[in-house]
C-alpha cells in the first residue's frame, strides 16, 4: 500500500516536470558547461554557442535532446550522455526558416554513431520535406570507433541526403574543429564550405597516415588547414577570421538565398535611379588604353550592383575568375567576372571549375547571372593540358548552357576565342548581350594572329621593314576584328553601349527577364564532365 502511495506521489504532474528540468538541467547546465571548459581553453565556442550567434535569438527548437546510443561494446554501457554529440534542431535567421545540427567534439569526440546520425537524419529529411536550408556545424573526430560499421553507414546515409538535397535546399558546411577521412565528403557535397581560423582543419587522411604511407612530414594546418583549403585546394568557400566571422558569413548568405528551388530569393525595396551619376560616368574611363594595362573589374562590379555590396564566394581561389553575390534591385543576382588584374582574367583549370559550380548553383536556386567579360582565353600550357583543361574547363561551357536563368552578358574588353564562347556568349543561351566600345570579340588578340595569319609573308620581309610591316598588320587586324561591330553585326551582341551606361542598361535587362520561364528537354540528369 505503501510502495503504491510512493510511487503515486512520485508519478504526480508536479513530479513529472521535476524529472523533466533534471534531465534539461543536465544537458543545458552541466554538460553544457563541462563543454565550455573544454572548448574555450582550445579557442572554441560549444556546439550551443555556435547555434545561438548563427540563428535569430530565441528562435532555436531543439529536437532530440534526450536521444542516447544503444551501444554496449568498449564499455560504452556506462556512459550514455544526452544529446549523443550532437545538437540539432531548427531554427530562424532573418526569419526565414533553417534546420541546424551542431556537432559537439566534447562528446565522444563529437564521432557519428547510430543516435547521432538519426538526429542529423531527422533534421535533414524534415528540411527537405519543409524546404529550408540546412546548416552543419562540423566539429568531429569523424565515425565513431567504438559503433563500428554502423557510424559508416550513417555518413553513406548522410552523403545521400546531400546529394538528393543538392539543387533543392542550399545546404552550408562549417568547419569549426577537426573533419577527417570520410567525414569530409559530406561537407564537399554541399554547396558552401566555410573554415574558421585556425582551430579547424579538414583532410582526407591526416599527418599521422601522411608520415606512414608516402613518408612526407607535414603539420595539420599546412595539410588542411583553412588557408591551404581556401587559397590551394578551393574546398573552402569562405576563410573565416574565427568561429563569429564564420557564422556571420553564412547569415549574410542565406540573405542572398531563396530557401528551396520553387522560392524566390528574399527581396528587398529598391528603385535604381536610372539617371546617370557620377559613378556611372567613371566607367568610360576605366578601361585603359593600352591593350596590355589591366584595371580593376571589382570597381565596376560595385558601381553596378545595390551599394556596391557583394557577397564574394572562393575570394582566395583562382582570383582570375570573381564570383559572387550581389542585388540589382534588391533582388539578388550571380556575378561572374574575369579579374583583369590577376593572370589577365585567363580562364585556367581552377577558374572554370569554381565558375562552373558557382553558375550552376546560381541556376539551380533561380538567381540570375550577369556576366562581365574581359577574357584572353582558356589558358595555354603543359601543365594545364596534362591536368585535364579539356575536361575541367569544358565544365564552364557545360554549366553556362544548362543554365535557364536569366542571363544578361556585359563584354568589357577582350573576348577572345573559347573565352568569348564560355563566358555568357549568346550562344550559350544568354538572353541580353550587351558590349562596350572597347570590346575585342575576335577568334584571338591580334599580335598572336598575325603571327599566324602571315608567319610567310613577314618571313619573306628583310630586316627592319618586318617589324613595320608587323606593326601594320597588327593595326591593320586591330581596326577589322578587335571591336564588338563584327559580333553587332551578326547580333552576336544585341546593343553596344557607352560604359557609362551599363547600371542602366543591366538594370533594365534583369526587369525585362524577370519573367523569363524556359525548360530544357526531360531527361533523367545530364552527364557534366567531371
Ligand atoms: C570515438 C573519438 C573519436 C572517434 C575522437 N574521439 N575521435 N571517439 N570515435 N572517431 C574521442 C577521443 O577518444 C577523446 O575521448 C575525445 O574524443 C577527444 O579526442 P582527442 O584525441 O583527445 O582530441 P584531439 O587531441 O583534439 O584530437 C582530435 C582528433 C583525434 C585529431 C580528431 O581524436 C583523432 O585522430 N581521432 C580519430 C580520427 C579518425 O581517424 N576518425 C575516423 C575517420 S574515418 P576522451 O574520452 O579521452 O575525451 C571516418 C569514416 C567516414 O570518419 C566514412 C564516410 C563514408
Not at 61 to 83: I, K, Q, S
Request: charged share 25%.
Amino acid at each position: 500500500m505503501g510502495n503504491s502511495a510512493e510511487w503515486i506521489a512520485e508519478a504526480s504532474t508536479v513530479c513529472r516536470i521535476a524529472d523533466l528540468a533534471a534531465r534539461d538541467e543536465e544537458v543545458l547546465l552541466l554538460a553544457e558547461k563541462r563543454a565550455a571548459d573544454r572548448q574555450h581553453a582550445k579557442g572554441k565556442l560549444t556546439a550551443r554557442e555556435r547555434i545561438e550567434l548563427l540563428v535569430d535569438p530565441g528562435s532555436f527548437v531543439e529536437v532530440d535532446r534526450l536521444n542516447r546510443h544503444r551501444c554496449t561494446d568498449f564499455g560504452m554501457a556506462d556512459n550514455r550522455p544526452y544529446g549523443d554529440g550532437v545538437v540539432t534542431g531548427q531554427a530562424t535567421v532573418d526569419g526565414r526558416p533553417v534546420c541546424v545540427f551542431s556537432q559537439d567534439f566534447t562528446v565522444f569526440g563529437g564521432s557519428m554513431g547510430e543516435a547521432f546520425g538519426e538526429k542529423v537524419l531527422k533534421v535533414m529529411d524534415l528540411a527537405l520535406t519543409i524546404g529550408c536550408p540546412v546548416i552543419g556545424i562540423n566539429d568531429s573526430g569523424g565515425a565513431r570507433i567504438q559503433e563500428g560499421v554502423v557510424a559508416l553507414a550513417y555518413y553513406a546515409e548522410l552523403a545521400r541526403r546531400n546529394a538528393h538535397a543538392s539543387g533543392v535546399v542550399p545546404q552550408i558546411s562549417l568547419i569549426m574543429g577537426p573533419c577527417a577521412g570520410g567525414a569530409v565528403y559530406t561537407p564537399a557535397i554541399t554547396d558552401f564550405t566555410v573554415m574558421a581560423g585556425e582551430t579547424s582543419h579538414m583532410f582526407v587522411t591526416g599527418p599521422e597516415v601522411v608520415s606512414a604511407t608516402t613518408g612526407e612530414t607535414v603539420t595539420a594546418a599546412e595539410l588542411g588547414g583553412a588557408r591551404v583549403n581556401s587559397e590551394m585546394s578551393g574546398n573552402v568557400h569562405y576563410r573565416a577570421n574565427d568561429e563569429q566571422d564564420a557564422l556571420d558569413w553564412v547569415r549574410t548568405l542565406l540573405g542572398y538565398l531563396p530557401s528551396n528551388n520553387l522560392d524566390t530569393c528574399p527581396e528587398y525595396a529598391s528603385t535604381a535611379d536610372l539617371r546617370l551619376g557620377e559613378r556611372d560616368e567613371s566607367l568610360d574611363a576605366l578601361v585603359p588604353d593600352s591593350p596590355h594595362r589591366g584595371y580593376d573589374m571589382y570597381r565596376l562590379i560595385e558601381a553596378l550592383v545595390d551599394d556596391g555590396d557583394i557577397l564574394e564566394v572562393q575570394k582566395d581561389f583562382a582570383a582570375n575568375m570573381i564570383c559572387a553575390f550581389a542585388r540589382i534591385e534588391g533582388r539578388s543576382v550571380g556575378v561572374v567576372a574575369n579579374q583583369p588584374l590577376c593572370q589577365a582574367g585567363v580562364i585556367d583549370i581552377d577558374a572554370s571549375e569554381k565558375a562552373a559550380r558557382f553558375v550552376r548553383f546560381c541556376d539551380a536556386f533561380g538567381i540570375p547571372l550577369l556576366t562581365l567579360a574581359d577574357v584572353p582565353g582558356y589558358l595555354p600550357g603543359v601543365g594545364q593540358e596534362r591536368a585535364g583543361i579539356i575536361r575541367r574547363g569544358a565544365k564552364l561551357v557545360y554549366a553556362y548552357a544548362e543554365a535557364t536563368v536569366p542571363k544578361v552578358t556585359v563584354v568589357v574588353r577582350k573576348a577572345y576565342g573559347g573565352g568569348y564562347a564560355v563566358m555568357g556568349s549568346k550562344h550559350l543561351g544568354a538572353d541580353v548581350n550587351l558590349a562596350w566600345p572597347t570590346a575585342e570579340i575576335a577568334v584571338m588578340g591580334a599580335e598572336a594572329a598575325v603571327t599566324v595569319l602571315y608567319r610567310r609573308e613577314l618571313h619573306a620581309v628583310a630586316g627592319t621593314a618586318r617589324e613595320a610591316t608587323r606593326l601594320r598588320l597588327v593595326r591593320e587586324y586591330r581596326e577589322r576584328f578587335a571591336t564588338p561591330y563584327a559580333a553587332a553585326e551578326r547580333g552576336y551582341v544585341d546593343r553596344v553601349i557607352r560604359p557609362a551606361t551599363t547600371r542602366i542598361e543591366v538594370t533594365r535587362a534583369l526587369r525585362l527577364l524577370r519573367t523569363k520561364r524556359q525548360e530544357l528537354p526531360a531527361r533523367k540528369h545530364g552527364n557534366i564532365p567531371l
